[in-house]
T-cell receptor
């Protein structure tokens, strides 16, 4: 079964509103989680690295004030898309590393955001 | 900087045909990991394989096989006797080793369409 869960799996919102997406590690503690964005028919691009108890590290070109990341506990990271616009419509997917497992990199199911 | 290239954007085959997906990577790291993921229309990423840079043995898992050629920086994936359920987008990915690793650089993906 899934060991990393995302919520919501899909969301539709109006332009200008903020949307929060949660990424949870279900049976392990994750000090580091990663957020990716995937536009339709494109590849996955790393947006940021979420670090528990400290600031996220953003990739070049990703607006940190627009994509707020909070990793307040060892099992939860949240991505908030602030003042969303139609161009933010995308598939957002997180991953987390479980160092206790040999191949311990797990992806969430993804969250599809549509901004009207 | 790391880079992964999947030259084939889309491959269409008839059921029972074999299909090979190409993946070429670039990295300055001497230790790294290579991955293949399957992304069906539902969007979730399905882990297929991880290979570390020191293990050049080819691997077979059922109808899937992988050919890692470090000399040519390639990690190709073959589906033997393809089935309709194999229709999906397949991503090759690369990560650095170490505790800070497992943030992945993805290739552009190859869409495989298996026709009955």
């Amino acid at each position: 079964g899934a060991v990393v869960s995302q919520h919501p799996s899909w969301v539709i919102c109006k332009s200008g509103t903020s949307v929060k997406i949660e990424c949870r590690s279900l049976d392990f503690q994750a000090t580091t989680m990663f957020w990716y964005r995937q536009f339709p028919k494109q590849s996955l691009m790393l947006m940021a690295t979420s670090n528990e108890g400290s600031k996220a590290t953003y990739e070049q070109g990703v607006e940190k004030d627009k994509f707020l990341i909070n990793h307040a506990s060892l099992t939860l990271s949240t991505l908030t898309v602030t003042s969303a616009h139609p161009e933010d419509s995308s598939f957002y997917i997180c991953s987390a590393r479980d160092f206790s497992r040999e191949i311990g990199l797990f992806f969430g199911e993804g969250s599809r955001l549509t901004v009207l | 900087a790391q880079k992964v290239t999947q030259a084939q954007t889309e491959i269409s085959v008839v059921e029972k045909e074999d299909v090979t997906l190409d993946c070429v990577y670039e990295t300055r790291d001497t230790t790294y990991y290579l991955f293949w993921y399957k992304q069906p229309p539902s969007g979730e990423l399905v882990f297929l394989i991880r290979r570390n840079s020191f293990d050049e043995q080819n691997e077979i898992s059922g109808r899937y096989s992988w050919n890692f050629q470090k000399s040519t920086s390639s990690f190709n994936f073959t589906i033997t006797a393809s089935q309709v359920v194999d229709s999906a987008v397949y991503f090759c990915a690369l990560s650095e080793a170490g505790a800070a690793g497992n943030k992945l650089t993805f290739g552009g993906g190859t869409r495989v369409l298996v026709k009955p």
